[in-house]
């Protein structure tokens, strides 16, 4: 992994471990109050976000979500086969709970969950038919190597969709590092009632995080076909999605 400590263990392509597990424990800390901040933090766009990705899954498909922290996306996901991974037990724990409550009252079985880092996926190849991402991939310790193994495990005409913090090129991630570090960090440390709140840390990959051609063109060196990138309504969001070849 290349050396980041010019940018505090950050940049495009990844995290160093010790910013990485930080970072993890940050997230964590959020647990409790993470829906509420992220519902004010984005005017209530955030379920809107949430249906548009949702709308690529259909009826018996094989679902992976990586980074599925506490279900947020995952509890609404329905009529597929369905796997929640996640390098964090705590997050898996509340994710468990909450996911299958809502999967056994809709007569579905029960979801899967992994313990595990994006990086190494322990789960065979050509298995998925969608794989998603939802506010997790500017988290991966090494995003070249998530999204090949997220390659590995798609089938052969799968798709990847992945929704994260908008920054479509430089002059929109100057407006969202401003957006991040200005009214996000007054929100979430109105409702977390702590200056050193863990939305501190958003800010930062934030900072660091790579604009959609960045990384449209990873994914294309990866392999990925009909690589697409857009920002989603009111712009603090960005969609990818990518294919991998029949």
Known sequence: MPDRSATQGFDPSGIDEEAWTELERQLEATIPVYDKVNKIMTLGFDKGMRKHVRSHAKPGMKVLEVGCGPGSFAVDLEDVD?????????MLKVCKKRVNKARKSRGEKPAAYVE???EEIPLPSDTFDRVFCLFSFRD???????LTEIFRVLKPGGQLVICDAGKANWLH????R????????W??????????????????TY??????????NVMKEIGYND??????FPGMSSRFKARKPE
Not at 173 to 176: A, E, F, M, S
Not at 187 to 195: D, E, K, L, M
Not at 227 to 232: E, H, I, Q
Request: charged share 20%; hydrophobic share 40%.
């Open 82 to 90: 369905l796997t929640c991974l996640d390098p964090s037990a705590e």
């Open 116 to 118: 595990a880092i994006a």
């Open 140 to 146: 991966f310790k090494d995003k070249k190597q998530g």
């Open 173 to 176: 991630g100057l407006v969202g």
């Open 178 to 185: 401003l957006y991040m570090g200005t009214f996000v960090q």
């Open 187 to 204: 929100v979430a440390r109105i409702v977390t009632r702590n200056p050193n709140h863990p939305w501190k840390w958003l800010a930062r």
């Open 207 to 216: 900072t660091h995080y790579g604009t959609h051609s960045y990384y449209k």
């Open 227 to 232: 690589v697409k990138a857009r920002l989603l």
